[in-house]
Structure formats: C-alpha cells, structure tokens
C-alpha cells in the first residue's frame, strides 16, 4: 500500500486533484472518511457555476473561480455529468441595492469576466420572466450556470480510477507518522498507507487532518445553509439563476433551476459549532419563502418536497488557503474551500498538481488517458424506441423502479456495481428517491436490489454508512401470535 501521493478528502477539491494526477504516471490513492465519495461537504452543495464578480481579484478563491469556470465544458466532454451555462441574473428591488450592483459589476468587469451586461427592468423580464414586476434593475453574467454536485464528483472519481487512482473510502485518517521520505497513515479501522506525499483536502476536519500531520494550526468554522427543493412541476421554476445582492457573509438566498429539472431555494449562512449538525427548521424556510417570493412569482410552499442543509468550512480570513505546509514536509494544504470552490474546483485540481511539483513530485504524462465520451443511458432521458432496444439487451430497462424520477432497475444495478451501496449513494448515482414522494415508495424496492446484488441481509444496509441503518432489528422474528393476526 505505498503511493506517491496521498489526498485525503473526495469531496470537489480531492476529486479534482485526482483527476489531474491520474493524467500522470503517479501513484495516488484517494481516501475519504464517509461511506462514499462526495458524502462530505460537497452533497450538499447549491450546484451553481459561478460567474467570477462576487469576490476581488485579488484574493485566491476569485483567481481561482474564474480559472475553474472556463474549463467546463471540456470536463462536461470528457465525464458526462449534468451541466448548463444557463446564465446568472443579479437583482435589485431599489435604488440603494443598485448601488451595490454598479458595485458588483465593476468588480466583475475588473477581474476580467466576459460578456457582463447592465440591465434595466424590461430587459431582466426579458431574460428572466418568472422575475416580480417590481424589480428596478441588475445584471446578466451569461457565463454562469448549474451543475449537478454528486454526479460531478462522481464522475471526476472514476475518471480518476479509470487511470489508475486507487480508492479508500470509510478510511477516516487518525494517524499520520513521517518517518523520513514517507509519510504512515493509519485510519480509525486500523488500515494504514504509505504516500511520499500527502494533500489536505479534508473539507470541515482539514483543521484536525492538519494537526494530526503537524502542519500549520488554523480553526474551520462551520457556516451552515440550509436549502428548499421544489417540486419539477413548480411554477416558480426561473430559466436562469436569480441571485439578490449580496450581504456580508453570504450572496444571498437564491432561486435556482437545478440542472435536473428541480428548483432549490436557498440557502442560509449562519455560524454553527457542531461540524455534523445538518438540520433544518421552520423558521428559515419561513424566511427562505418569504426572500424567495420577493424576487420570483409562483413560490408555493405545496412545491416543497424535501429541505437539507450543508456546512461551509470557513476560515478566518475568507479566503480559500492553499499552499505548501511550512511545518510538515511534503505536505499540500487545501482548506476553506468555501464557496465558489465548486466552481474553481478544476482550477483547484491543476494549483495542486503544481504545488506537488514544485515540492519534488515527478510528473510525466501517460501516453495515453481514457475519457468516457458517451453519454449514459438514463431511461428519463430516453425516447421509447431507445428503451425498446435497451430492453431487448436487458429488461431491466423496462423496469422502472422510481416513478418519480423514472429511474429503471438497470441504472440502480449499474450505480451499485460501480460502488455505490449505500442508499443515498444510489439516490445521488440516479436520482432514485429524489422526486417528489422522496424514496417513499421506491426505497423499500432499491433496497432489495441492493441486498440481491451485494449479498448483504436487507437489515444490514445503510442510508449512508456508518450506523445509519434503515431497519431495526432482524427480518422474520416476529412473535407468533402477531403473525397469526397478519395472516387473518
């Protein structure tokens, strides 16, 4: 088990990362402490390519941003995942917050952002119908747009495994000895690794990771934002992503077609002390509808079908801190990576793959990488006469197993068989369980495909690893006399 680089972390920043070194002949291994890939701040993420105009040019975060918003198209080329340059409206309901926009704009034409356009009213309705009547001006950024975080983590990891990048997931670093040219990793289970190189790309706990390394101390504060799905069939549904002015601390709660037909709202940004503190609350979805209905027509809360929240890891200084450890050799810290680090993720990937060569790291190119072009089969996606010859290759295709969503059988046996084996890891691989009834009628079927495919008895599975179990007790073991009264 010895490699030449060790990221711990597979969340967009260490997928990315992985993605680039496996274009060389490097040996690296991606370990992350959840049960899957992206299960860490990454799932819960808004999903938007942003447009580069929020932060100064001067810090990292917005170099990086606007680096990392050209490249993907080509990523899109080369992974298949669900992505949109749908464009960004930036809105203003007074003459005070178009003050802040004029702001925003000339920050945005500062750091070289192309095609920025100054609105009026009629012009926005133009762009953005679903927009209220009352909006007094903004802005068009057109090079923004929505992604869908899972898959793109998804397909970024096996792309990377796909060239040789090797994949540890439940491994949750609680050790790290160097021992001269090597650095000894051990997990909570007792698995250890070798890596010459290590990069920190551990999302809320890269402060404890740090530590653990003796590299550089610093504190991530979590920033938790809570999010508001709606409905695909919601009126409210906008073309383009509509964000408010800015506050301090946040862009704001926004309305944004996701790249899969839904609609999110959101999110909050307030301080949190528990790093796995997920939940929601009546009060700010309250607060999310009552913004939300003030810049768009049609926000129902009958739309709403599911809410959840994420955690932002903050440092002091806001910005994202990526840089060779001063303390610890051979060590890369990639913290903060607050937003827009999806949208500078690919960006983030490359500054790495550098920084690892000037630490020491050889890097030669492959002769050859191996893309997946072609695009999956998705039955929603597909028209009848494509299903029929997929049927003919397997019935499994026919068999749609969330109605919601219209995901067949065969897209649940391809997830699990690509490693995805926990039910939110199938939810995230092909959108089983997230329309409207949330795996209410779906999960129990999924589940026994699971259970077929992998082995594992039906009351071992897991929503997410761990000890989130989906059933209680044991199957069967139910008294006689309650069983005489079900037969009844």
């Known amino acids: 088990m010895e490699y030449d680089v060790a990221i711990i972390g597979a969340g967009v920043s260490g997928a990315s990362t992985a993605w680039q070194l496996s274009r060389y002949n490097v040996k690296t291994a991606l370990v992350e402490r959840w049960a899957d890939v992206g299960f860490g701040v990454s799932k819960a993420n808004s999903g938007i390519i942003h447009g580069g105009f929020h932060h100064p040019v001067t810090s ?35 003459e005070e917050e178009m003050a802040v926009v004029r702001k925003l704009y000339a920050q945005g034409v500062a750091n070289g952002v192309r095609n920025l356009e100054m609105c009026g009213r009629d012009r926005l309705l133009e762009l953005e119908p679903k927009l209220n009547p009352e909006v007094v001006g903004g802005f068009f950024c057109p090079n923004g747009g929505t992604i869908e975080p899972y898959r793109y983590v998804f397909s970024l990891v096996e792309g990377a495994r ?62 938790k934002g809570e999010e508001y799905l709606l409905d695909r069939n919601s009126p409210a549904r906008p073309r383009r992503v509509i964000f408010p002015v800015p506050t301090a601390h946040s862009k704001g709660v926004l309305v944004i077609p996701t790249a899969e037909g839904t609609t999110m ?42 809410s959840f929240a994420g955690l932002r890891p903050v440092l002091d200084s806001e910005d994202f801190y990526i840089a060779r450890s001063e303390k610890a050799p051979r060590f890369i810290q990639v913290a903060g990576i607050q937003s827009p680090g999806l949208t500078a993720s690919p960006a983030i990937g490359v ?49 749609i ?15 699990i ?31 026994k495909i699971l259970s077929r495919e992998t082995g594992t008895p039906m009351e071992e599975l897991t929503k997410k690893g761990g000890n989130s179990r989906l059933l209680g007790g044991r199957l069967g073991t139910l008294p006689v006399e309650s069983q005489k009264e079900e037969t009844l």
């Open 60 to 94: 990292l975060k917005a170099k990086l941003e606007i680096l990392g918003n050209l490249e993907f198209e080509k990523l899109q080329y080369e992974l298949g995942f669900p992505f949109e340059r749908n464009g960004i409206v930036v809105v203003a309901f007074s």
């Open 162 to 223: 796909r060239n040789g990048v090797e994949l540890y997931t439940g491994f949750e670093v609680s050790a790290a000895e160097n021992d001269g040219d090597c650095w000894r990793i051990t997990a909570a289970d007792g698995r250890t690794i070798r890596a010459r190189y290590a990069v920190n790309a551990a999302g809320l706990f890269a402060d404890r990771v740090s530590a653990l390394f003796g590299g550089e101390t610093f504190t991530i504060h979590p920033r």
């Open 265 to 306: 709202i959101g999110p909050t940004a307030d301080p949190c002390e528990n790093k796995l503190d997920t939940s929601t609350c009546a009060d700010n979805m309250q607060r999310i509808l009552s913004l939300v209905r003030h810049m768009v027509n049609g926000v129902s809360p009958r739309d709403l079908i599911t």
């Open 351 to 399: 500054y790495v793959k550098d920084l690892l060569k000037q630490a020491g790291l050889t890097l030669v190119e492959k002769e050859q990488i191996q893309y997946e072009l072609a695009p999956r089969h998705e039955a929603r996606h597909e028209t009848p006469e494509a299903l029929d010859r997929l049927h003919k290759t397997d019935p499994a295709w026919t068999h």
């Open 401 to 415: 197993v969330c109605r919601c969503e219209k995901v067949s059988e065969a897209e649940i046996v391809e997830a």
């Open 417 to 447: 068989r690509k490693g995805h084996t926990t039910l939110d890891g199938i939810k995230f691989y092909t959108r089983a369980g997230m329309g409207r009834c949330q795996g209410g009628f779906c999960s129990a079927k999924i589940m």
